[in-house]
């Protein structure tokens, strides 16, 4: 997306929406800029151990390269391609009780709440509860203006985030709609809203002006 094409009273809207709501935000220009904000939030916080939930508007900031190497910090890192699923999820359990843990969102709506949809839950899971901070990553692509919009949005993207796993079955591979299916390989398990940041300032969202993710 054109940053130059994107609503700037829908952006100055939904910042102050977030604020109001506790969340500690910030505008930057690229995913670079977001990155170098998140090294100066983790400077900060100091954090002893750090987790994440896969997200590519997370993996365009850079940071979590920097992050896994970071002296003193206990990194887990559960989507490393080599290891089994039971090993993956072992070292998401320790990332809910990081100090800190980033990742993404699938949608923003203007009224200053946020929006994510989930197959095993390790994503969302540490954002509602458990890591004393929380640092999420968003292209402006994000933002829509209502609830429904958000919802709606999260229902359009969800067979597009199927469709990046090659193995998986789900009646939405083909052609890309939701069927709202019971298919053992679902990824739209656990839905979440988040309408205020608690305590505040725990949570700090960093948007950057250009597009990312799905
Ligand atoms: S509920 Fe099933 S069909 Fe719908 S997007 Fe999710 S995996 Fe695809």
């Not at 969302?124 to 901070?133: K, L, M, S, V």
């Not at 999260?154 to 591979?173: K, S, V, W, Y």
């Amino acid at each position: 997306m054109d940053s130059t094409a994107f609503d700037e009273q829908l952006l100055d809207k939904t910042i102050a929406s977030l604020q109001l709501h506790g969340f500690q935000t910030l505008l930057v220009s690229t995913p670079e800029e977001a990155g170098q904000a998140i090294d100066t939030l983790v400077d900060q916080i100091q954090p002893a151990s750090i987790g994440y939930g896969d997200s590519m508007s997370l993996r365009s900031t850079g940071s979590l390269a920097r992050l896994a190497t970071r002296p003193g910090v206990a990194f887990y890192d559960g989507f490393q391609p080599n290891m089994s699923r039971p090993q993956k999820w072992e070292i998401r359990r320790q990332a809910m009780t990081a100090d800190l843990f980033l990742t993404g969102i699938n949608a923003i709506s203007a009224d200053g709440s946020l929006y994510w949809v989930d197959m095993v839950g390790n994503r969302i899971a540490p954002i509602a509860f458990g890591p004393r901070y929380v640092i999420l990553v968003a292209g402006i692509n994000k933002i829509v203006k209502s609830p429904a919009d958000a919802r709606a949005r999260l229902r359009r993207i969800a067979p597009l985030n199927a469709q990046r796993h090659p193995g998986f079955q789900t009646p939405c591979m083909a052609d890309g709609k939701c069927k709202d299916c019971d298919s053992p390989d679902r990824l739209c398990n656990a839905w979440l809203t988040l309408t205020r940041c608690y305590p505040q300032g725990r949570i700090t969202v960093i948007i950057f002006r250009q597009s990312a993710g799905l």
